[in-house]
């Protein structure tokens, strides 16, 4: 079946350093990624999408761009704030099915 | 667009006691999905719903787990002789009806006793 494999965390890093949080995938067919994060003591909010190859999302000066020959899908930000950090959820969809794969996240924490 | 709400965001109950939540989606999105999420896991999908019908179930939803939506709005989730390995975050989300971009509520938090 589907998987998302992600970096395991938590990350720490310090104010305007850059990011990269690794993704990669397991699926059938040709699904949209995700990236979710997740604030503490909030629900999950969509933070970048792409739905096919060489796509790249983009948001908030965070960038994934979809890599169907690797299956990757890898988080980037040039520099990091302390507001960002947060646990980040890289995720699928379809591939032949309708339920989204998450990976188990990562926690980022970025100090000042 | 109000966004997914979910009520209560927090439920403490003791073994064996009945729980339910609700969960309010956006309001066009005719897809509906609950998800559970464990302490330092990705949420993990129970079941969704494509209007009224209750398209797939999970083999995580044992039988004391029901979920209704009888009318095509809102939907709810039952929990009944809830154990101490119920306790997680139940999260819903709605979308439009095609596999598109899951919107996601601010989840209801169950610990149980």
């Known amino acids: 079946g589907n998987s998302v494999t992600q970096m395991e965390g938590p990350v720490t890093l310090s104010e305007e350093a850059f990011l990269t949080i690794n993704c990669t995938y397991t699926?059938?067919?040709?699904?949209?990624l995700f990236w979710y994060v997740q604030y503490p003591g909030e629900g999950l909010q969509l933070l970048l999408k792409?739905?096919?190859?060489?796509d790249k999302g983009s948001n908030k000066g965070f960038e994934a761009t979809y890599r169907k020959e690797t299956t990757s899908f890898h988080l980037e930000k040039g520099s990091v704030q302390v507001s960002d950090s947060a646990v980040y959820f890289c995720a699928l969809l379809g591939g032949m099915e309708d339920k989204i794969i998450f990976g188990k996240g990562t926690r980022l924490h970025i100090l000042p | 667009d109000t966004g997914v709400s979910q009520n209560p965001r927090h439920k403490i109950t003791k073994r064996g006691q009945n729980v339910t939540f609700r969960c309010d989606p956006i309001?066009?999105?005719?897809?509906l999905y609950w998800y559970r999420q464990t302490l330092g896991q990705g949420p993990e999908f129970l079941t969704y719903?494509?209007?009224?019908?209750?398209?797939?179930k999970s083999r995580l939803l044992s039988d004391r787990f029901s979920a209704e939506r009888p009318k095509g709005s809102f939907s709810t989730l039952e929990i009944q002789r809830t154990e101490q390995g119920d306790s997680a975050m139940y999260l819903c989300?709605?979308?439009?009806?095609?596999?598109?971009?899951?919107?996601f509520g601010p989840g209801t938090r169950l610990t149980v006793l």
């Open positions: 989300a709605s979308s439009l009806p095609v596999v598109d971009t899951q919107y």
């Open positions: 719903f494509q209007n009224e019908a209750q398209l797939e």
């Open positions: 792409a739905t096919k190859a060489d």
């Open positions: 309001s066009e999105h005719n897809r």
């Open positions: 699926a059938t067919g040709y699904p949209s």
